[in-house]
């Protein structure tokens, strides 16, 4: 069994916003295989599919950002999953706008959603996909650069880095995440 978490922050004010380029890719996979989320008891909105005999997880945690590790250690528990299990999808700064990189382990690197997730698992050990966001070339304080939408001239490389996040977690559904991590970061 695999779980992939897309993180951002619920409600219709923040769905086309940076932050929530991991809630983005979830919706993506799942209008790709014709999956449905619907709210659950892990303070979240998540689908059970099954693709090539293994069990899949899609979560988009409804905590917000900063709380996501109160939806992910409810779901782990339940299904008895390790963290290597996991795959946690967010925006990163320090990426240019349509950039993804894949790791196994780190640390949160200033990501509140990701921070939460770890010290709700307790571990850094849990595999991650970030898309780059790019950092404001403004005075806009960080915070409110995140919570805006994407500009247009971005929009191409956002759509771009999104199916390459879907096409990867596709193909972690099929492979070990070193060789994703090899095919994905090159």
């Known amino acids: 069994m695999k779980c992939i978490v897309g993180l951002g922050n619920p409600g219709k004010k923040y769905v086309k916003t940076r932050h929530n380029v991991g809630f983005m890719v979830i919706d993506?996979?799942?209008?790709?295989?014709?999956?449905?989320?619907?709210?659950?008891?892990f303070s979240g909105k998540s689908t059970v599919e099954t693709s090539e005999g293994e069990k899949i997880i899609l979560l988009q945690?409804?905590?917000?950002?900063?709380?996501?590790?109160?939806?992910?250690?409810?779901?782990?528990?339940f299904y008895q999953m390790k963290p290597e299990d996991i795959l946690v999808i967010f925006d990163d700064l320090d990426l240019p706008t349509g950039k993804i990189r894949l790791r196994q382990k780190g640390g949160h690197g200033g990501h509140n959603g990701i921070r939460s997730i770890i010290d709700h698992l307790g571990t850094k050990e849990f595999n991650r996909l970030r898309i780059g966001i790019?950092?404001?070339d403004t005075a806009v304080p960080v915070v409110d650069?995140?919570?805006?939408?994407?500009?247009?001239?971005?929009?191409?490389?956002?759509?771009?880095?999104?199916?390459?996040?879907?096409?990867?977690c596709e193909t972690w559904m099929q492979k070990p995440f070193a060789e994703v991590m090899n095919d994905f970061n090159s």
């Open 28 to 41: 993506e996979l799942a209008g790709r295989n014709g999956w449905k989320l619907k709210k659950d008891k």
């Open 61 to 77: 945690p409804q905590t917000f950002m900063n709380l996501s590790g109160e939806s992910v250690r409810p779901l782990m528990n």
């Open 134 to 136: 790019g950092r404001p």
């Open 145 to 168: 650069y995140v919570l805006k939408p994407f500009s247009k001239a971005q929009q191409e490389d956002v759509q771009s880095s999104i199916e390459k996040s879907a096409n990867a």
